[in-house]
């Protein structure tokens, strides 16, 4: 058996005298409460285990030669509240695999209940059967995570909202505007306009408007193939203002560099651009370093690799601290309502 992948295991810390102890006690008091992860964004996980003050829970995830999956949970979860962070980006499904096949490792250890924390929930935009002879992939994924044994979700801004129903299990959907929120009303961008880039996301932007005290605008955008959008025209006034393109997801970035284009071209003054997932696949790197975009802002559902690193138009910020208390909430069985906003 050949190892491909990084194990997550991780070298155990000294635990802290009771005298280093911060005063506010956190839920690492409760070795009942573990936390766990696949490949897809361990520095995510991490981030979570500090803010919640525990350490990660040890699992070996690796690979045989041929591909195949292989994951050993390498300490007792019997009778534990176990949650699994697991985004579901590229390569997706070979991290599908992994949470499946976490959950059902754990599952199998006598977890008590099983989490999955799903900061991007692959197969999303595949949520009805709007052609003849295709599938719901987003209702097929539900399907496999309560089969592997998940008692529970936890998921990040879905595509569509109404996916929390394809699952025969809890959903706690959280959004990441608060963080997207709080970075821009420190910008202070004078004149803001806040832009969908197509009438499925005026519901988010006018939310995300009314947070910022801005006016709102609508980009009339009709999708001529996969991945592909063609631009028609700026519903409102944007002619001298700062435009805030905001959407769910960036990923080839082909509609954003056209939206942001039909806004200059319609006489804003600058337009910046916000996205929960950066999923940032293809020609997106090059297209947004290309655009005249000031800035790309986006969270940490998804981790960037290769340019998306060093692309100076792209600033991510991260989420570990909406998640932590939406963790630490479901585990101390108290309201998460106040996450939702």
């Known amino acids: 058996m050949a190892t491909i992948a990084t194990a997550t295991e991780k070298p155990e810390k000294k635990q802290p005298t009771?005298?280093?102890?911060?005063?506010?006690?956190?839920?690492?008091?409760?070795e009942k409460f573990k936390i766990f992860c696949g490949t897809a964004n361990e520095a995510l996980t991490?981030?979570?285990?500090?803010?919640?003050?525990?350490?990660?829970?040890?699992?070996?995830?690796?690979?045989?030669?041929?591909?195949e999956v292989y994951i050993q949970v390498m300490e007792n979860v019997r009778g534990a509240d176990v949650f699994v962070v697991q985004p579901t980006c590229f390569p997706v499904d070979e991290h599908l695999m992994e949470l499946l096949l976490l959950v059902d490792a754990l599952k199998r250890a006598s977890a008590r209940r099983i989490t999955t924390v799903i900061?991007?929930?692959?197969y999303a935009r595949q949520d009805r059967k709007d052609k003849p002879r295709v599938p719901v992939s987003s209702k097929l994924v539900a399907d496999l995570l309560t089969t592997a044994g998940a008692h529970r979700a936890l998921v990040v801004d879905l595509h569509a909202p109404q996916i929390q129903g394809f699952f025969n299990i809890?959903?706690?959907?959280?959004?990441?505007?608060?963080?997207?929120?709080?970075?821009?009303?420190?910008?202070?961008l004078p004149n803001l306009t806040v832009v969908s880039p197509d009438a499925g996301g005026v519901e988010r932007a006018r939310f995300f408007a009314k947070k910022v005290d801005a006016a709102l605008a609508i980009?009339?955008?009709?999708?001529?193939?996969?991945?592909?959008?063609?631009?028609?025209?700026?519903?409102g006034d944007v002619r001298g203002r700062t435009c805030l393109v905001i959407d769910d997801i960036i990923d080839t970035a082909g509609t954003l560099v056209k939206t942001a284009e039909a806004l200059l071209g319609a006489g804003a003054a600058k337009v910046y651009a916000c996205a929960s997932h950066p999923v940032l696949s293809g020609p997106a790197i090059e297209r947004i370093a290309k655009s005249h975009l000031e800035e790309v802002v986006v969270t940490n559902t998804i981790p960037l690799t290769g340019a998306g690193k060093s692309e100076p138009k792209i600033k991510v910020l991260s989420i570990a601290g909406l998640l932590g208390r939406?963790?630490?909430?479901?585990?101390?069985?108290?309201?998460?309502?106040?996450?939702f906003a």
Do not use: W
């Open 326 to 339: 939406a963790i630490q909430s479901i585990h101390e069985e108290t309201s998460v309502s106040s996450l």
């Open 18 to 30: 009771p005298r280093s102890e911060p005063k506010v006690q956190r839920a690492h008091k409760d």
């Open 119 to 122: 900061p991007y929930y692959g």
């Open 170 to 188: 809890p959903v706690d959907h959280l959004f990441a505007s608060p963080v997207l929120v709080d970075h821009f009303k420190k910008m202070q």
């Open 46 to 67: 991490d981030e979570i285990c500090a803010f919640l003050g525990i350490e990660r829970g040890k699992a070996n995830v690796t690979r045989f030669s041929d591909g």
């Open 219 to 235: 980009v009339d955008k009709r999708r001529t193939d996969m991945n592909v959008a063609e631009v028609m025209h700026v519903i």
